[in-house]
């Protein structure tokens, strides 16, 4: 109790019981019919599909849903900085400044996000999967699950191949005047890159 309450473990501490107040969210969330890990990956999805090549992709940022990272991160962040100060405290018989600590939990962080984004991917139904390759997505159906889609703001969609896998992609209107909404039935027609598909209005519904 002395090291979580410690003043030098501040930053660890809160990022523990920001995880814990995710967690709760977004369970209490999923029982009222809504996503936040969804939300999140509506907000951000033009951003990281822009920069899917960049640092970004090193970090498996659009392959995990951003919410699941985020845990991960502050997780391994207030473990990693916990154990630092307990070395140090074991070692020296006190405690190492926030600074110190925070720089070297917060590189270890980023370290456990490149080592577990790939196994977490194979586990955590997402966006992308090494089993399929997304551009044979295109022609199948997606529901909308979550947002509004316009034009250049995607929303998330779920797809099932014939082999009964479930994906979640991002889905925007291939028409400037259209939009599709929570429960629409769209057909996929191009991807654009990752896992952002262009869409249009399911012409045959009745078939789904």
């Not at 822009?50 to 970090?59: E, K, N």
């Not at 502050?74 to 900085?81: I, V």
């Not at 991002?170 to 262009?198: A, H, M, W």
Request: negative net charge; hydrophobic residues 50%.
């Amino acid at each position: 109790m002395e090291l979580i309450l410690a003043p030098e473990s501040a930053p660890f501490t809160t990022a523990i019981m920001f995880v814990m107040l995710l967690g709760a969210t977004e369970a209490i969330s999923l029982l009222i019919g809504i996503s936040i890990s969804g939300f999140f990956d509506h907000l951000t999805a033009p951003h990281f599909d822009a920069h899917a090549d960049s640092g970004l992709g090193w970090l498996h940022l659009g392959k995990v849903p951003l919410l699941v990272l985020l845990m991960l991160f502050l997780t391994a962040f207030a473990l990693t900085g916990f154990a630092c100060n307990t070395l140090f405290h074991t070692i020296f018989g006190g405690y190492p400044t926030p600074v110190l600590s925070s720089a070297v939990a917060f590189l270890t962080a980023l370290l456990a996000m490149r080592i577990c984004a790939p196994i977490l991917a194979r586990i955590i139904p997402s966006d992308e999967t090494s089993a399929v390759s997304l551009d044979t997505l295109v022609g199948h159906i997606a529901i909308i699950v979550n947002g509004t889609a316009k034009k250049n703001y995607p929303a998330q969609a779920r797809v099932t191949t014939e082999k009964g896998q479930t994906f979640y992609i991002r889905v925007e209107p291939d028409s400037e005047t259209e939009q599709f909404v929570q429960n629409d039935s769209v057909l996929l027609i191009k991807q654009i890159s990752g896992t952002r598909f262009l869409a249009c209005a399911n012409p045959h519904p009745d078939l789904l």
